[in-house]
């Protein structure tokens, strides 16, 4: 499976503990293409249709027509095995969003 930079696929993320994200949801991956070629692993945020819009680490989009939000708070490496299908990608304008939230958020 060929994975890009800002494209949204279904991931299995159970296992988890404490206040981690769970269950198979959506996520977006956030790693650069470089690494998503040579690494078995991969950075993603996970999408919730829980709504926060006052939440200044979360990106409200739309995912395959639903309304969603990108949680940049739960931003986490998981093995590419978790993935399973592409069901959407980032917009051009969203990406660039993105960058700029994980960058104030990270440094």
């Not at 981690?20 to 991956?29: D, H, L, S, T, Y």
């Not at 989009?61 to 095995?81: G, L, M, N, P, R």
């Amino acid at each position: 499976m060929k994975i890009r930079r800002y494209e949204i696929y279904f991931a299995d993320l159970n296992p988890t503990i404490g206040s981690e994200i769970n269950k198979m949801r959506p996520v977006v991956v956030v790693s650069q293409d470089a690494m998503n070629k040579n690494l078995e692993t991969i950075v993603i945020c996970p999408l919730t249709s829980k709504l926060h819009p006052n939440w200044r680490t979360r990106l409200q989009i739309k995912c395959a027509t639903k309304v969603a939000e990108i949680a940049v708070d739960q931003i986490c490496t998981i093995s590419k095995q978790r993935l399973s299908k592409k069901i959407d990608q980032l917009s051009e304008m969203k990406a660039a969003q993105l960058r700029k939230l994980i960058t104030d958020m990270y440094g």
